[in-house]
């Protein structure tokens, strides 16, 4: 009997002690758990080639880089490095698939409110939409507008209008912003949009990247 009642407090304590290593391994776990990771390579390549609009230190015409280049500048030399690499591949994903992937983050990325990470993946993903301009392509891009619910679809339209301007069948876009349902700023903006379809303004110097002599 004391034999048996041994045996039982040993296989009692195995069990305690099996337990308190479970819960040291899980503590430890946690505590190497891995830090937060960057956002995903897609997001970081739209946030990098939204500076060009947005950091105020990126360098916005070739005479303003030879200037950077002369001073050493090297966070306007590393603002350009960025938004011309990440325009490399953004240009290497102009496909229906990579437009896909763009609208995917689009209605991912712009949505209010969102922290200024998304925030920037938004507008350089909008800013993408100006290397979409082949037929087939533009029309493909129309389908998916039209399929954003009307918040997402204000919001892009508000974004950035480059590439309005640029559109392959800007009378086909003219109908469609004739009814569609978008909450202009004011309503002039609507007006403006139509007509930039068929005599865009200038366009913005960061469509001409990279600026070589």
Not at 31 to 58: C, N, Q, T, V
Not at 151 to 175: C, I, K, M, Y
């Amino acid at each position: 009997m004391c034999y048996l009642i041994a045996f039982i407090r040993a296989r009692r304590a195995q069990s305690l002690c099996g337990l308190l290593a479970g819960f040291v391994l899980a503590a430890t776990q946690v505590g190497a758990a891995e830090p937060p990771s960057e956002p995903p390579a897609l997001e970081r390549i739209y946030a990098d080639f939204a500076l060009a609009r947005h950091a105020k230190d990126f360098p916005p015409d070739r005479d303003a880089l030879r200037r950077c280049q002369r001073a050493k500048d090297k966070t306007c030399l590393r603002l350009y490095r960025k938004v011309v690499s990440a325009r490399q591949q953004i240009l290497a994903r102009v496909s229906a698939a990579g437009l896909r992937e763009n609208l995917a983050l689009i209605r991912q990325s712009c949505q209010q409110p969102e922290p200024p990470a998304k925030s920037f993946a938004c507008s350089g993903a909008v800013m993408a939409w100006a290397y979409y301009r082949e037929p087939a392509l533009d029309a493909q891009l129309l389908v998916e507008v039209q399929a954003l619910d009307d918040a997402l679809r204000s919001h892009v339209f508000n974004e950035d209008d480059t590439w309005l301007g640029l559109r392959p069948t800007p009378q086909r876009w003219a109908d469609y912003l004739q009814r569609a349902p978008i909450a202009w700023p004011t309503p002039e903006a609507k007006r403006i949009a139509i007509a930039n379809l068929h005599t865009p303004p200038p366009p913005p110097t960061w469509l001409q990247l990279p600026w070589r002599d």
